[in-house]
């Protein structure tokens, strides 16, 4: 019954959100004492995590769905990241780039699984990684996942065999083309947003991976510098995390690779070691 409760009380904390939303296309509000307690009792966030409550922000948005209408949407990141993410979304609107739904791991009771399955966009979950026991960056509030089903996770065994998550991608979306001979256009597939989130920090995509392959998974990385920016101060993180944007961004400015994506992989390998370093 208490969980109940609490699951009613964020239908009532998100469509304050969405109240919220309908003023300002894009905005940023703290972590309610009200909204963290939801979150625990749902597994989203416990104690043991990097990162409290009091250092998460939920940014609200308008986006674009596949049939073309606006709706309201949010996700929960680091403080340090939070203006960045809007604009991130806010661009994405703008492009009438496509989303299903993007809601908090509050809904699904922490369950990665089935937020991925409902294609929801997300960020932040205090869990583990994927396989391991050392925590995920969503964790931290630092990665987001975009429309999962158009952007499926592919996990390669040694044997070769591939996991594909969620399941009903496997047949979809694991060709990556989104003009193909003789069949529809195909909306929503991470590549053509790339460089929006590098632009705002999100600079490694799980799509350069060997193994898995994480097409919907963006972060800021590496995590050297991600458990700093949660030791220090909000801030000192947000005029460090403003630093590692504007490194990337004067590196992609001042490239002389001719070639976008190859500048943008130099970019981001430049950049992650370089705070890996400091």
């Known amino acids: 019954m208490e969980v109940r409760n609490l699951l009613m009380a964020g239908v009532l904390c998100s469509a304050a959100l969405v109240g919220l939303s309908e003023v300002a296309q894009a905005s940023i509000s703290p972590v309610t004492p009200e909204l ?3 979150m625990k009792a749902t597994n989203v966030i416990t104690d043991e995590n990097p ?3 009091d250092r998460l922000r939920v940014v609200s948005f308008d986006f674009t769905n596949f049939e ?3 709706e309201q949407g949010s996700i929960t990141v680091l403080d340090a990241f939070a203006p960045y993410v809007q604009s991130i979304f806010n661009d994405l609107h703008h492009m009438a780039f496509p989303l299903k739904i993007a809601r908090g791991l509050e809904h699904y009771m922490g369950n990665d699984g089935a937020s991925m399955t409902d294609n929801n966009t ?4 205090g869990r583990a990684i994927t ?3 050392s925590w995920s960056l969503h964790a931290y509030g630092a990665a987001i996942d975009l429309n999962p089903i158009q952007n499926p996770y592919i996990n390669i065994q040694p044997t070769g065999q591939a996991m594909i ?3 009903v991608s496997a ?3 694991v060709n990556r083309m989104q003009f193909r001979p003789e069949k529809p ?5 991470a590549e053509p947003v790339v460089n929006v989130f590098a632009n705002y920090g999100f600079i490694n995509w799980g799509g350069y991976f060997n193994y898995p392959i994480d097409y919907q998974h963006f972060e800021v990385s590496p995590r050297r510098f991600i458990e700093r920016l949660a030791a220090v101060s909000p801030e000192q993180a947000a005029k460090d995390f403003d630093g590692y944007v504007a490194y990337f961004r004067n590196c992609m400015q001042s490239s002389d690779e001719q070639d976008p994506e190859a500048r943008r992989a130099r970019c981001v390998g430049q950049t992650m070691e370089a705070y890996r370093q400091a």
Do not use: I, K, T, W
């Open 36 to 38: 963290c307690e939801l």
């Open 51 to 53: 990162v409290g409550c």
């Open 68 to 70: 073309g209408q606006v």
């Open 122 to 125: 997300s960020a932040f979950n």
């Open 131 to 133: 396989g391991g026991s």
């Open 165 to 167: 998550d969620p399941v």
């Open 171 to 173: 047949r979809a979306y």
């Open 185 to 189: 256009e195909r909306f929503g597939l």
